[in-house]
């Protein structure tokens, strides 16, 4: 999978664990805090992988936001060196992707750092990205 290729759920992925969505997870729009889909991945990853989590890239596609109350069905599959986990509303079946992987998947088309930031601006514009955050 690259950066511009859309995340799928695996056909071989499986019920890892459920969750219930709690007011800690809930940011100032009611909806479940970005990064909290990111815990929610760690949860369902089996001990050995949880205990190496020396990933190198980690993608979220968020398909539909979860709220306070509601039931998250946490699906695990893994792939070559990637860990995918499916968090699907155990209500309606909508859902998110998260794939965290141990091998740098970047394409690496920009010749420097500001050269990502200006193409990730660009998306923003777009609609094609709603937010980026900085990782040092």
Do not use: W
Not at 14 to 19: C, F, I, Q, R, V
Not at 55 to 62: A, D, P, T, V, W
Not at 117 to 123: A, G, T
Request: hydrophobic share 30%; aromatic share 12%; net charge negative.
């Amino acid at each position: 999978t690259t950066m511009n290729e859309k995340l799928k759920e695996p056909e071989n992925s499986s019920l890892a664990t459920e969750y219930t969505v709690c007011r800690h997870d809930i940011d100032t729009n009611h909806h479940v805090n970005n990064l909290n889909y990111l815990d929610f991945a760690y949860e369902a990853l089996p001990e050995c992988d949880f205990l190496s989590t020396d990933f190198k890239n980690i993608e979220i596609m968020y398909k539909h936001e979860a709220k306070l109350g509601e039931t998250l069905n946490l699906f695990y599959a893994k792939q070559d060196n990637s860990s995918f986990i499916t968090i699907k509303n155990k209500a309606d079946d909508t859902y998110s992707f998260v794939n965290l992987s141990k091998e740098h998947i970047c394409p690496c088309r920009f010749k420097s750092i500001e050269d990502a930031i200006s193409d990730m601006d660009r998306q923003i514009k777009e609609g094609k990205i709603i937010r980026y955050f900085e990782v040092t």
